[in-house]
C-alpha cells in the first residue's frame, strides 16, 4: 500500500519532471533571438510584442526550474540559505515574467477571451507572490508556504496548457476545432485546473508538510 508520505513523493516528483520539462523545452527557443521560433504567435504589427514574450518566458521558465525544489523538505532542512537564495531568485523571476506577462496579453493576437485569462493569471501570481513573501517577512512560514504554493500553482498552469493543447490538437478533427479555439479552452481550463488541484492539497491534512 501506498503511504502518504510515498503519495506525496511521487506527486513532488511528477511536478519536478514536467516543470524542469517544459522549462528546457521552452527556454532555448528564446535565447536565440529568432523570431520564428516562438512558440506563441507574433503580431506582426507590434515589434515590442516579441520582446515581451522573451521577457515573460526567460524568467518564467527559470522560475519552473526552482519552484518544486523550493517544496523539498529535505533540501530546506539541510540547505535553508541555498532556499532563501533560490526564493529570491524566484520572485524576481516572477516579477518580471508577471508584468512582461501583462504586456504580450496585451499585444497578442489570440483574442480578447484569453487576453482576459492572462490578465487574471498575472494579477494572481503578483497578489500571491505578495502574501508569501509578506508572510515570510513576519516569520509566517506555515502562510508564507500556503501562499507560495497557490503561486506555483499559477505558474504550473503552463504545464498544464502544453498538455491540455496536445489533447485538443490529438481531437481536433473529430470536433471540428480551431487553434484557436483549443489555446482558449486549454488557457482558461489550464488556471482553473492549476488552482482547483492546489486548494485540494491545501485543505487536506499535512499536504503542504512534505
Known amino acids: 500500500m501506498t503511504t502518504p508520505v510515498r503519495r506525496r513523493r511521487i506527486a513532488w516528483a511528477a511536478v519536478a519532471v514536467s516543470a524542469?520539462?517544459?522549462?528546457?523545452y521552452s527556454i532555448p527557443a528564446y535565447l536565440t533571438g529568432d523570431r520564428s521560433l516562438s512558440r506563441i504567435p507574433i503580431n506582426p504589427a507590434l515589434a515590442p510584442h516579441y520582446l515581451s514574450i522573451v521577457s515573460h518566458a526567460v524568467p518564467a521558465s527559470l522560475l519552473l526550474f526552482i519552484g518544486p525544489f523550493q517544496f523539498a523538505?529535505?533540501?530546506?532542512?539541510?540547505?535553508?540559505?541555498l532556499h532563501r537564495v533560490a526564493g529570491r531568485i524566484y520572485l524576481v523571476s516572477m516579477l518580471i515574467a508577471a508584468v512582461s506577462a501583462l504586456a504580450a496579453a496585451t499585444?497578442?493576437?489570440?483574442?480578447?477571451?484569453?487576453?482576459?485569462?492572462?490578465?487574471?493569471?498575472?494579477?494572481?501570481?503578483?497578489?500571491?507572490?505578495?502574501?508569501?513573501?509578506?508572510?515570510?517577512?513576519?516569520?509566517?512560514?506555515?502562510?508564507?508556504?500556503?501562499?507560495?504554493?497557490?503561486?506555483?500553482a499559477l505558474s504550473f498552469a503552463a504545464v498544464v496548457l502544453r498538455v491540455l493543447l496536445g489533447l485538443g490538437l490529438a481531437v481536433r478533427s473529430p470536433l471540428n476545432l480551431t487553434f484557436n479555439d483549443i489555446?482558449?479552452?486549454?488557457?482558461?481550463?489550464?488556471?482553473l485546473i492549476s488552482v482547483v488541484v492546489s486548494e485540494y492539497f491545501l485543505i487536506r491534512p499535512r499536504s503542504i508538510a512534505a
Open 183 to 191: 489555446y482558449t479552452a486549454g488557457t482558461w481550463a489550464s488556471i
Open 20 to 24: 524542469v520539462g517544459i522549462a528546457a
Open 73 to 81: 523538505a529535505r533540501l530546506r532542512a539541510r540547505r535553508p540559505a
Open 107 to 152: 499585444f497578442s493576437i489570440d483574442g480578447f477571451p484569453v487576453r482576459v485569462a492572462f490578465y487574471l493569471l498575472s494579477a494572481g501570481w503578483l497578489y500571491t507572490a505578495y502574501r508569501g513573501f509578506s508572510a515570510i517577512r513576519r516569520g509566517q512560514v506555515p502562510a508564507h508556504r500556503v501562499w507560495m504554493i497557490r503561486n506555483y
